[in-house]
């Protein structure tokens, strides 16, 4: 089979990041470039374009009428196309495969090629998670429009967590009902979960299928995952993403009568709610209402950390910040650390390593050695002085004191769910 350009393309909720790979059947993929829109809900949008390892823009304000993502997308394609420094893009016949991030795909356990039949299936999902999968579907309309010759692929947040034994997976309703509406845990950050699996593995010098990890996905959104022989055997989030770990707009796992007593309105739908997409108040209070924004006023955990690690001001109102960025600081490190002592037993205490991964696993070191620090019971340690460098440079790196051959591992893995689609597509024959 020859060669393939193919598009990785994941749509968040404030952007869409599209990277470019020259992939060959059953081959990792080569990146030539990637393209990025951020600040759609906060204008002027900016574009980010990448080539070759080398930054080619690096925030302009975008100057077009970007009103979402599939704007933004026929920009990032527009920009894509009409680089003459791109060569293997000379056209838009020139992309062989488009893979989309999806953030819900129910029972699938695999990426799908994406047909009048898949598509309809995918739409019927969108009451499961209506603030997740319409900014993707969009795409995917855009694209099957814009690229009637590449092959569209979706790729599921949930389908790493396909493996989750049903005795965890199910929730304790009436049975007829939740077969007939689908109503188990799913869990998603899948695809960052099958990257961090293989590259801990690989590291470790274990098989995948050998592995036993704690993994945590430490972003806006964030979700911890148990995973057993290199396959997801338990995951914090739910039928939704909104369960398991606040994020920055996000509750996480509350008492699910407080939203009654929050607000009179809870049961209705959401005035952001359209024909297509239904969403009611309550959904909208704690996926887009609560988190640390609610908490602090703020969705920069960057800043939260510095305000909890600052010295105490001689300003009461500083002292009152310092306090309110503390308190979301350290109810962060209590509810993963709650996770991992829960996943530590139901894997037995067998864990060869704790993984950090996302933005704020990555970039916070003192995220990471509060969390140890409070684990240490458990046989984990940190290296302060790995842990405090200035950045993660390799994919993967190792931010624990060395122990014995019996000890668990502290990882640090920089994820890339842009490479895990190309990566699922390149070793799938259906999708050439």
């Known amino acids: ?153 979706a790729c599921f947040d949930s389908q790493f967590h396909s493996t989750i034994p049903e005795h965890i997976r199910t929730y304790p309703i009436n049975r007829d009902i939740a077969r007939s509406n689908k109503l188990r845990k799913y869990g998603f950050h899948g695809i960052s979960y099958a990257f961090i699996t293989r590259s801990a593995a690989e590291f470790l010098g274990k098989e995948p299928d050998e592995v036993n990890i704690i993994a945590l996905h430490l972003g806006s959104g964030a979700s911890a995952c148990a995973i057993k022989n290199g396959k997801s055997w338990d995951t914090s989030m739910g039928l939704t ?40 108040r309550a959904e909208e209070i704690l996926n887009k209402e609560s988190g640390w924004k609610a908490l602090t006023g703020t969705t920069d955990f960057g800043k939260i950390i510095s305000s909890a690690f600052s010295s105490s001001s001689s300003s009461s109102e500083d002292d009152d910040d310092h306090e309110v960025m503390k308190l979301a600081f350290d109810l962060f490190v209590d509810r993963i650390c709650g996770f991992i002592g829960s996943y530590y037993v139901s894997l037995r205490g067998k864990v060869d390593a704790l993984v950090f991964a996302g933005g704020i696993g990555e970039k916070s070191p003192q995220l990471r050695a509060a969390v140890v620090d409070q684990i240490s019971c458990l046989g984990f340690q940190i290296d302060d002085e790995v842990n405090n ?20 591992r502290v990882l ?21």
């Open 241 to 280: 993403p909104l369960a398991g770990l606040p994020g920055a707009t996000r509750s996480g796992s509350v008492d699910p009568s407080l939203v009654f007593h929050y607000a009179s309105d809870v049961g209705k739908l959401s005035p952001a709610s359209t024909s297509d997409l239904h969403i009611s």
């Open 389 to 408: 460098k200035n950045e993660i440079r390799n994919m993967v790196e190792e931010v624990g004191k060395k122990g014995g051959l019996d000890e668990p």
């Open 412 to 432: 640090v893995v920089q994820t890339d769910e842009q490479f895990e689609m190309a990566r699922a597509c390149a070793e799938d024959a259906e999708f050439w």
């Open 1 to 153: 089979m020859k060669k393939k350009i193919a598009l990785s393309v994941n749509a968040g909720s404030s952007s869409v990041k599209v990277s470019v790979y020259d992939v060959e059947f059953g081959q990792a993929p080569v990146q030539l470039a990637e393209a990025q829109i951020s600040g759609l809900t906060s204008p002027p949008p900016t574009l980010k374009y990448v080539r070759d390892g080398k930054t080619v823009i690096k925030a302009k304000e975008v100057d077009d009428n970007i009103e979402g993502q599939r704007d933004a997308f026929s920009l990032l394609l527009e920009t894509l196309v009409e680089d003459e420094d791109l060569p293997q893009i000379k056209s838009k016949e020139d992309i062989g495969i488009v893979c989309h991030r999806i953030v819900h795909g129910g029972d699938y356990s695999k990426p799908q090629l994406i047909s009048n039949e898949t598509y309809e299936h995918l739409e019927n999902l969108n009451d499961l998670a209506p603030l997740h999968n319409a900014n993707s579907l969009g795409i995917v309309q855009l694209c099957i429009r814009a690229l009637p010759t590449a092959n569209n692929v």
